[in-house]
């Protein structure tokens, strides 16, 4: 690896394009696929919890997100932004699915309503 301090002038003199993941997985080939994911909800009492989000493209190929370390809250017609990576970059997305979840067990299930849902490519903007 490179220090953070130093990865210009140690990349910089490659004759080809570089690029450096500073985001890295547990996988091989290490590296992450950083989405932004911008939800507005529509339940009338505030959630807390965690999203796992899986997309899927047009051949069928499915990517699970890792589960975000901290709990966001969701209230009413509140925007709210989460950042997810994937171990694999996906290119024509067909399906987008979201996993809710307390991490609790004790209670009922909840649900969460999603009135509005945005994700972009971090890694490829124009996506």
Request: proline share 4%.
């Amino acid at each position: 690896g490179y220090h953070a301090d130093r990865w210009k002038k140690l990349l910089i003199p490659y004759s080809s394009p570089t690029k450096a993941y500073f985001d890295t997985s547990d996988q091989d080939p290490f590296c992450m696929y950083n989405y932004l994911l911008d939800i507005t909800t529509w339940n009338k009492s505030i959630k807390r919890g965690f999203i796992k989000v899986k997309i899927i493209d047009d051949a069928g190929n499915t990517v699970e997100s890792q589960m975000n370390s901290e709990a966001s809250t969701f209230q009413q017609y509140k925007r709210v932004k989460i950042l997810t990576g994937f171990h694999q970059d996906t290119e024509k997305i067909a399906k987008i699915s979201l996993t809710f979840s307390t991490k609790t067990l004790i209670g009922p299930k909840t649900k969460l309503r999603i009135l509005q849902m945005k994700l972009k490519s971090l890694n490829n903007p124009k996506r």
